[in-house]
């Protein structure tokens, strides 16, 4: 289990529960309570995530998405750092790069290294997480890779993950 140290915290999973009632499996998306032995309350925090300890879920450094500007009041430019929402995890990421704004229809390139997005556009951009983060590409887990960008108690934008550039070590 990926925690905020990004080392991980290993445990064993006793009971599985849906809507009390126990369960033999969980699956990606499903909404459970756990039992798990080995693990400490204070080793957890929102945004944790369980998963298989032969095949950790990456916790990244740097990660290119796809977002769709919904509503904001001005421009979104590189250097703004919101408020990601990803899965329960609440983490602040900054734009380092805006790489292309695009046609979300025909994903066709319509402008490369935009100065600024605003609302309506679809971009692919660079963002790194400025705390530990588990994220997964939309090709390898769907479930793990949409998330939603929040400012001043709004969301501002929302999009999904592409390509991981680097994990944290």
Do not use: W
């Amino acid at each position: 289990m990926p925690g905020r140290t990004g080392k991980g915290v290993a445990g064993e999973v006793k009971t599985i529960e849906m809507h009390h009632e126990n369960m033999k499996e969980a699956l990606a998306g499903d909404n459970v309570g756990v039992n798990v032995r080995g693990v400490g309350k204070k080793d957890l925090a929102r945004g944790d995530v369980i998963c298989d300890a032969a095949k950790p879920i990456p916790v990244v450094d740097e990660f290119i998405g796809i977002i769709t500007v919904i509503n904001h009041p001005t421009v979104l430019a590189k250097g703004y750092t919101p408020v990601f929402h990803i899965h329960t995890a609440q983490v602040p990421c900054q734009f380092v790069e805006l790489i292309a704004k695009i046609n979300p229809a025909t994903m066709e390139v319509t402008e490369a290294n935009p100065d600024f997005l605003k609302n309506g556009d679809t971009a692919r951009v660079r963002i790194k997480p400025q705390g530990n983060l588990c994220l997964e590409t939309q090709k390898d887990n769907p479930y793990m890779s949409k998330f939603a960008v929040r400012d001043a108690g709004q969301t501002v934008a929302a999009g999904l993950c592409t390509e991981i550039v680097r994990q944290k070590a």
